[in-house]
């Protein structure tokens, strides 16, 4: 899938490109050259196939702003198509009479069609809520309740799933006897076990939207959190190895982590959390690119940490989710 979350379609004249998306022009990548001189007029070479052009884009500054109604356009929007016209124009750099500069042109109707459609699947049609906190009042609950408040005024029609580790028996304690079950020399207990834990995976899998939200212990995750996350990772499942590497097989979905903590921790700037980085690492090896997440410290001050992050969840429902 392309990365960028906006819809671009460029036109190409020998080695320069223009987009609706820019204001002025810039020089072709060299890496881009063959996939030019091999295109007709006609051809419609999609995004995916270049990653040359791929990382062209990525690196490309927008210069007109968006709302967030495009802003979460889907790959396929944005893999709508590069039109390539055929060889014989100026090189890179060279001066270029007005006539023969790009056009600037809006979405294709392909491309537009599917940004119109990716805008109206933005809001998630599936939210699953993750509470790992075993205090129904706790900071990281209550900011999700404020999350989701929001997040149903602006979608009454999606379905929201909670899921209370703390009280959820169906999910299987992560052991041996279950990793057993999944092999054929499993027995019929175990088996039983390997099932109850693919229930889990397939119910997790059918959400789009994820809300994990969890307090930090011993500067980690919480022991049901760490379970659920045990039975989740399977590969062929979640994520799958290719060509020795790691990747994930839940695409267009999104995550967000509203995690409290008695202390403070910047991101990235210290090395004794293990409670932000190591979710963010679980739900991007499951392909999960696209996430937020909120920070409650100082959670010993009672009401009064709960001021910013109370406002950020009811910005980024509206916003983002």
């Keep these: 899938t392309f990365p960028v979350p906006l819809p671009r379609v460029l036109e190409f004249r020998g080695d320069v490109c223009s987009s609706p998306f820019r204001e002025s022009q810039a020089p072709l990548p060299p890496a881009l050259s063959p996939y030019i001189a091999s295109a007709s007029a006609s051809h419609c ?5 270049c990653p040359a052009l791929s990382s062209f884009l990525t690196s490309t500054p927008r210069t007109l702003p968006f709302s967030d109604s495009v802003g979460n356009a889907s790959a396929a929007a944005a893999a709508a198509a590069v ?9 890179g750099g060279a001066h ?11 979405l294709s109707s392909r491309a537009a069609a599917a940004a119109a459609a990716t805008a109206a699947s933005s809001k998630p049609s599936s939210v699953l809520v993750i509470r790992a906190s075993p205090r129904a009042s706790g900071h990281s609950n209550k900011v999700t309740d404020e999350f989701l408040k929001n997040l149903k005024s602006k979608s009454p029609s999606s379905k929201i799933v909670e899921w209370h580790l703390e009280e959820k028996m169906d999910i299987p304690e992560f052991r ?4 057993n079950g999944r092999g054929a020399a499993g027995t019929a207990e175990e088996k039983a076990l390997a099932s109850q834990g693919q229930k889990i995976i397939d119910e997790f899998k059918s959400f789009d939207f994820y809300v994990v939200a969890a307090p930090m212990w011993n500067f ?18 979640t994520f799958e190895y290719v060509d020795g590497a790691p990747k994930g097989l839940l695409v267009n979905k999104r995550v967000i982590f509203i995690l409290a903590h008695m202390g403070q921790y910047p991101k990235g700037g210290l090395d004794n959390d293990f409670q932000l980085p190591y979710l963010q ?5 499951m392909g999960v690119q696209e ?10 001050k009672g ?8 406002e950020e969840a009811r910005t980024l429902a509206k916003n983002w989710a």
């Design 303 to 310: 009401d009064e940490a709960d001021v910013k992050p109370l």
């Design 176 to 179: 041996q006897a279950l990793i």
């Design 281 to 285: 690492f679980v739900w991007k090896l």
């Design 291 to 300: 996430q937020k997440s909120i920070a409650i410290d100082f959670s010993f």
């Design 96 to 106: 270029i009479p007005a006539s023969q500069k790009p056009r600037l042109r809006g």
């Design 83 to 91: 039109d390539v016209p055929r060889a014989g124009k100026p090189a």
């Design 220 to 237: 980690a995750v919480t022991p049901k959190l760490k379970n659920l996350i045990d039975v989740l990772l399977v590969t062929g499942q």
């Design 45 to 49: 070479l999609p995004l995916s196939s």
